[in-house]
T-cell receptor, first 112, second 115 residues
């Protein structure tokens, strides 16, 4: 049972480049979310989805897009990378929004 | 906006000592979760407390939910180096009507247990 799988684990981008962070879960969870974790800032919610075809913005959505075409996958797209987006990104899933979250191991992203 | 404040932010103690970390808010939560995060990994759930005044034990870890469901504490007895990590609390809001914002996370307590 893989749980929540994030790829890649590490990525270095140049300012202005775009990329997609992948997230897949095999637990048939309806709720999926993306967080970024920065020193001293804790986990901040970027976007979330309550089911296939439904997405919404979290606390810090600017510069990111998401889509949810299937229950299993919830990719996060950086449209034009900026140094302020250097962070560790975590994908999480659960049956409902307020239930315990299952986290992936994160993607460490550096924007030069 | 609901906020969860964790204290202390950093704690370094010797193996065998006891410690308590706190998670406080002015808001009421329907439940509160505690996670531990180790370097290079995502947070992993330790426990969920639901009822005001509830106490749960996980080996040497004791979790308590405040009577008013606004605060929680984590007490570790005889800390060991394996307890080192970032401890996060997360609260689930009491909704008056729909919403799927999920959990409110505290900023965490960085705990180091030195041999």
């Amino acid at each position: 049972n893989a749980g929540v799988t994030q790829t890649p684990k590490f990525q270095v981008l140049k300012t202005g480049q775009s990329m997609t962070l992948q997230c897949a879960q095999d637990m048939n969870h309806e709720y999926m979310s993306w967080y970024r974790q920065d020193p001293g800032m804790g986990l901040r919610l970027i976007h979330y989805s309550v089911g296939a075809g439904i997405t919404d913005q979290g606390e810090v959505p600017n510069g990111y897009n998401v889509s949810r075409s299937t229950t299993e996958d919830f990719p996060l797209r950086l449209l034009s990378a900026a140094p302020s987006q250097t962070s560790v990104y975590f994908c999480a899933s659960s049956y409902l929004a307020d239930q315990p979250q299952h986290f992936g191991d994160g993607t460490r992203l550096s924007i030069l | 906006t609901q906020l969860l404040e964790q204290s202390p932010q950093f704690l370094s103690i010797q193996e065998g000592e006891n410690l308590t970390v706190y998670c406080n808010s002015s808001s009421v939560f329907s439940s509160l979760q505690w996670y531990r995060q180790e370097p290079g990994e995502g947070p992993v759930l330790l426990v969920t407390v639901v009822t005001g005044g509830e106490v749960k034990k996980l080996k040497r870890l004791t979790f308590q939910f405040g009577d008013a469901r606004k605060d929680s504490s984590l007490h570790i007895t005889a800390a060991q180096p394996g307890d080192t990590g970032l401890y996060l609390c997360a609260g689930a809001a009491v909704y008056s009507g729909g919403g799927a914002d999920g959990l409110t996370f505290g900023k965490g307590t960085h705990l180091i247990i030195q041999p």
